[in-house]
């Protein structure tokens, strides 16, 4: 059973940084491409970045969030980080972790297995 508990959310000012984690279990990580997510209230859901499988781990990022944000994974330690710099208020959404079988995961614009999610606030 495929489980997937994100950590790491929170407040913070304009400017500052936030390292999100992703603990996963129940599948092998390595062989799985991993993504962030995120939806704001009243938006749609949107994919912040994705990190292929140990094949190749090539890494995709949405245009919004380039040069500021950067997703890794410990495949040694079943996680998913997502090193959130620059942050702006417009982060400001509730993030999720998903995962999915490869190929093609940056061209997914959806994953089959969810975490619950963790809240990052960005004030100005």
């Known amino acids: 059973q495929v489980q997937l508990v994100e950590s790491g959310g929170g407040s913070v000012q304009a400017g500052g940084s936030l390292r999100l984690s992703c603990a996963a279990s129940g599948y092998t990580f390595r062989r799985y491409c991993m993504g962030w997510f995120r939806q704001a209230p009243g938006k749609l859901r949107e994919k912040v970045a994705v990190?292929?499988?140990?094949?190749?781990?090539?890494?995709t990022y949405a245009d919004s969030v380039k040069g500021r944000f950067t997703i890794s994974r410990d495949n040694a330690k079943n996680t998913l980080y997502l090193q959130m710099n620059s942050l702006k208020p417009e982060d400001t959404a509730m993030y999720y972790c998903a995962a999915d079988r490869p190929p093609y995961c940056p061209a997914r614009p959806d994953f089959g297995y969810w975490g619950q999610g963790t809240q990052v606030t960005v004030s100005s």
């Open positions: 990190i292929d499988s140990d094949r190749d781990s090539t890494t």
